[in-house]
């Protein structure tokens, strides 16, 4: 792959602070459209927001790759403007590969990008980060959330088209009496929204689409019976207490809310993010 020479180095200021919410996400599509727009050229990055989820990392991983390898970008960071705690964050997530991840406070779900075959590797990843020794779930909390994200994991195989899905998180120990567990997995599929029009019903508006796919029992599969992930994901939290956030093509969906917001700018792809109360 070549990148184009004549064309002036473009920087983007990253200014708003990057957390779990629609704000946020809405931002980094705006954010991931203007990288569209570009082939072939050097993109720098300065990051000059004073704080980013760990969780977000799966997001902005997953826009990077993939303007990397559709638009033929070279995308470079530059903290030289930057607080001194941002880089030693993108440092600590593993967010480059290069970096070696030294999470000294115990806190942190390294950003992974996995082959959509990866499925076992990911079920280890999952059930090493959701051990109780590192973060107090109870037994059966995590036993059914690593169960419901493995089944979401499979369709990004089976149904999105996606070749990775990229994954991160973060433990807030202040957070609540016992803590605050975000995480998110994203796939640069066609997303569910695309999917759910396509596989059951084309005049589905992407709110009736994403109901439906939260809907028990509803899949697109044929080979057996699904629908559990996401509606059981959302039961649980429910329950348990926490947040959860689907993006997919143009709109963000709050499960627990029931409420949808249009994006500015569609996301070839879904995200899911969770918040858990642990």
């Known amino acids: 792959m070549s990148f184009g020479t004549s064309m002036a ?3 983007f200021e990253l200014k708003r602070d990057i957390q779990a919410d629609f704000a ?9 459209n203007e990288l569209k ?50 880089k030693e964050l993108f440092l600590r997530n593993g967010f480059f590969e290069e970096s070696e991840i030294v999470d000294k406070n115990n ?15 990911f079920i280890q990843y999952v059930v090493e980060n959701f051990d109780n020794n590192k ?38 120990p202040n957070k609540s009496d016992r803590g605050e567990f ?10 569910i929204v695309t999917l759910v029009k396509k596989e059951v019903n084309n005049h589905f508006s992407s709110e009736d ?33 926490g947040h959860l956030l689907v993006v997919s093509n143009d709109i963000v969906y709050d499960a627990l809310e029931d409420k949808c917001d249009k994006l500015p700018f569609a996301f070839d792809g879904t995200s899911v993010i969770l918040k858990l109360v642990c």
Not at 107 to 121: C, G, H, Y
Not at 211 to 240: C, M, Q, V, Y
């Open 182 to 191: 975000a995480f998110c997995l994203t796939d640069l599929g066609i997303g």
């Open 9 to 11: 180095d473009v920087v």
């Open 107 to 121: 806190t942190l779900v390294p950003v992974k990008a996995f082959d959509r075959t990866q499925i076992e590797s």
């Open 37 to 86: 727009q570009l082939y072939f050229c050097k993109c720098v990055i300065k990051p000059k927001f004073s704080w980013i989820d760990g969780s977000m990392f799966s997001i902005l991983s997953a826009i990077l790759r993939q303007r990397i390898e559709k638009n033929g970008l070279r995308i470079v960071f530059d903290f030289s403007e930057s607080k001194p705690a941002i």
């Open 135 to 172: 973060f107090p779930f109870p037994r059966t909390f995590a036993l059914s959330t690593i169960v419901c994200l493995a089944e979401i994991f499979s369709n990004c195989e089976i149904h999105s088209q996606t070749r990775r899905v990229f994954t991160a998180g973060q433990f807030f």
């Open 24 to 32: 946020s996400v809405r931002s980094l599509m705006i954010f991931n």
């Open 209 to 241: 689409a994403i109901r439906w796919a939260f809907t028990k029992s509803n899949t697109t599969r044929s080979d057996r019976p699904g629908g559990l992930g996401l509606n059981t994901l959302r039961e649980n939290i429910a329950r348990h207490g």
